[in-house]
Nanobody, 123 residues
Framework: QVQLVESGGGLVQAGGSLRLSCAASGRTFSRYTLGWFRQAPGKEREFVAAIRWSGGSTNYADSVKGRFTISRDNAKNKAYLQMNSLKPEDTAVYYC????????????????WGQGTQVTVSS
């Protein structure tokens, strides 16, 4: 069982940066792949990035490649999403998720979800 809590969201101007954090509880955190997803109003939840348990393998949506970086610190039971060069279309609620998967982009591959944190990018 893993419980996830996101933080770090907020309001930022286009071109700015934010760093999201995902704090996890549970002794088996290091065994799970961590993923970030986002959902904008009126849209389906979409994949953003994922990182394997070891941190050695990552996967990104094309829309964020080169701008976002996912990382994790298993000793601290935390995962991060560094978001640079933010655009208004990045505005969404961002969710952290954990699952037993390679680094799937499918939300169905993740069993555990946080409550989400709002990111708003103004133009």
């Amino acid at each position: 069982q893993v419980q996830l809590v996101e933080s770090g969201g907020g309001l930022v101007q286009a071109g700015g940066s934010l760093r999201l954090s995902c704090a996890a509880s549970g002794r088996t955190f290091s065994r799970y792949t961590l993923g970030w997803f986002r959902q904008a109003p009126g849209k389906e939840r979409e994949f953003v990035a994922a990182i394997r348990w070891s941190g050695g393998s990552t996967n990104y949506a094309d829309s964020v490649k080169g701008r976002f970086t996912i990382s994790r610190d298993n000793a601290k039971n935390k995962a991060y999403l560094q978001m640079n060069s933010l655009k208004p279309e990045d505005t969404a609620v961002y969710y952290c998720a954990a699952g037993v998967t390679y680094y799937s982009s499918s939300s169905g591959s993740y069993a555990y979800w946080g409550q989400g944190t709002q990111v708003t990018v103004s133009s």
